[in-house]
């Protein structure tokens, strides 16, 4: 089954590379973008008994590569 | 308003990155994951009248920055 991961930083950890976007777009001229914060996305193809085990895969992989829990957040959807 | 930017890889297009994922997840012993794809996410704070004109903000966004459009898709929510 298929499943998406969004990985984003916690609240109130700083986002450096967010706010140099946020530099860019004010000066190409894009109006009204008061904050930017970057995260990442993997589209992942799981093979599991079900939707529990899926999840279940997809949370150890989270935890053991793909998020820095000390830092960042992380959302499991499974579609 | 808060909208969220979701960049991800085109069908076809080979993505390393992704693939180094999955073998560094086998290698990690975790089961069962058949394919990963890596995409970058972008959650903005957007000022605008309403939802048509913040759409079209960043709209011209994803096209001048965010998204290299030959290689990339790009989808805008809107909170």
Redesign the interface.
Known sequence: MKARI?V?LKTGVLDPQ?KA?EA??KS?G???????????????????ADQA??QE?LK??CE???ANTVVENYAIEIA
């Open positions: 969004t984003t967010g976007i860019a777009l190409l894009i109006p009204g973008i008061e904050g930017v914060r970057q995260g990442k996305v993997f589209d992942l193809e799981v093979s599991a085990a899926a895969t150890a992989a053991k590569l793909l």
